[in-house]
């Protein structure tokens, strides 16, 4: 019903920029948040920012500072604009659409590779 679809990544050097987009399709009526997500290899996917409805965004702490996480409503998505990236960075990052009731719905992901 819900199918969001990233877009944006690639391979980056430190200290670069790089902007992921995630276009949700289908209703999203029953949403009230959305979140990117990481998972890099050897390490548990993690929630890295997330925005609600209402335009209220958070951060884990590693990325505050360097990453917006915004939104467009009339186009149905949402952007992780990531500045100052770190290898540290390197991740499949994932886009999820939170439903009212519990749950979300998942992105395939996209891979950002940060290079020395």
């Known amino acids: 019903q819900v199918q969001p679809v990233e877009s944006g990544g690639g391979l980056v050097q430190a200290g670069g920029s790089l902007r992921l987009s995630c276009v949700v399709s289908?209703?999203?009526?029953?949403?009230?948040?959305m979140g990117w997500y990481r998972q890099a290899p050897g390490k548990q996917r993690e929630l890295v920012a997330f925005i609600t409805s209402s335009g209220i965004t958070n951060y884990v702490d590693s990325v505050k500072g360097r990453f917006t996480i915004s939104r467009d409503n009339a186009k149905n998505t949402v952007y992780l604009q990531m500045n100052s990236l770190k290898p540290e960075d390197t991740a499949v990052y994932y886009c999820?659409?939170?439903?009212?009731?519990?749950?979300?719905?998942w992105g395939q992901g996209t891979q950002v590779t940060v290079s020395s």
């Open positions: 999820a659409a939170f439903r009212e009731r519990g749950g979300a719905y």
């Open positions: 289908g209703s999203i009526f029953s949403i009230n948040a």
